[in-house]
């Protein structure tokens, strides 16, 4: 295999809201032959990222369930062990993950992607695992033991060859509400010899998961990209849903670029998302959710200003 990456997503927060991490957990098959499996991880309070690198060796996986082995660390759909004793990270402990929230996979809605999760070819793949979830156990990290029981988390999952070459990520599951959450990707697509601009917006709110993407027939209404705050709107026939992402300190994580580990990207784990939700109802407008997303995830590469603002 050549030209090919594959990466988990796991962000958790303790209940206190104290620490926030991402763990990614992931395999890089270069151009050349070479390979390699990694976990970067980020820090999202203190902004720093480490990239603990394996040799491919030590990369093992499951082809029945997810189950996923790097060296002395296990990933899978109900729990996580980190072993991790490297130059400046130790890590060691067990979490457990609750009943997860998907994006559901019907024959009529395969996941995130819809019907792209079928198109052959593609420059990246994105499934969202669970949108939103319970977490129990602790993890000692630098000496210091920290317990995410009660905490929350959320996982997606990645693969294919590059990362599109400009693009906006959003994710946030720490709203007033609990079971509220909203993971927002708007991207370029590379599509046969030429592109195009695409996003999936999923916001999950008391049990209902409201859907805005390309192949749904939603239309991005709004863009907006300054200093601080990004603002984007998506609208459908029935409703239309508006958010402000206000930006925090990031850091840069390793990305894909042909299956390599040569990108960078600028992400934050600590943003915050103000998130309105307004249904259209005999021609007028009816907010149905109003709120802000703590501790949220925030992505902005290469140049998103190329996609037409709308006022």
């Known amino acids: 295999m050549k030209g090919y990456f594959e990466g988990w997503y796991f962000k958790i927060v303790d209940e206190e809201e104290k620490f926030v991490f991402a763990i990614i957990p992931g395999v890089s098959f270069e151009k050349d032959g070479k390979a390699h499996c990694f976990i970067q991880f980020f820090d999202g309070k203190k902004a720093v990222m480490h990239n603990i690198k394996y040799d491919i060796s030590e990369f093992q996986y499951s082809k029945k369930r997810f189950k996923v082995r790097i060296g002395n660390n296990i990933f899978t759909s109900n729990k996580f062990t980190l072993n991790i004793d490297s130059e400046g990270i130790q890590v060691e402990g067990t979490v457990e993950i609750g009943d997860l929230a998907p994006w559901p996979i019907t024959l009529f809605s395969p996941g995130a992607m819809g019907p792209y999760r079928f198109v052959p070819l593609m420059e990246c793949y994105h499934g969202v695992l669970s949108f939103d979830h319970e977490l129990e156990g602790k993890l000692e990290i630098n000496g210091e033991i920290v317990d995410f029981t009660n905490g929350r988390g959320y996982i997606e999952k990645d693969y294919g060859k590059s990362f599109p070459s400009y693009y906006l990520w959003m994710q946030s599951n720490h709203f007033s509400t609990k079971s509220t959450s909203i993971m927002v990707s708007l991207a370029n697509i590379p599509w046969l010899r030429s592109s195009f601009d695409g996003f999936i917006v999923g916001f999950l709110n008391n049990g209902k998961l409201y859907k805005f993407a390309t192949y749904t027939g939603a239309k991005l209404t709004k863009l907006k990209i300054s200093e601080n705050i990004i ?39 600590t943003a915050e998302l103000n998130v309105k939700l307004i249904k259209f109802v005999d021609s007028k407008e009816k907010v149905i959710f109003e709120g802000k997303g703590r501790n949220a995830g925030l992505d902005i590469w290469g140049k998103v200003e190329k996609i037409e603002e709308i006022d």
């Open 231 to 269: 603002t984007v709107h998506f609208s459908d026939k029935k409703h239309r849903l508006e958010v402000d992402a206000h930006k925090t300190e990031g850091v840069d994580l390793l990305s894909p670029k042909e299956g390599s580990m040569t990108g960078r990207i600028l992400e934050s784990i």
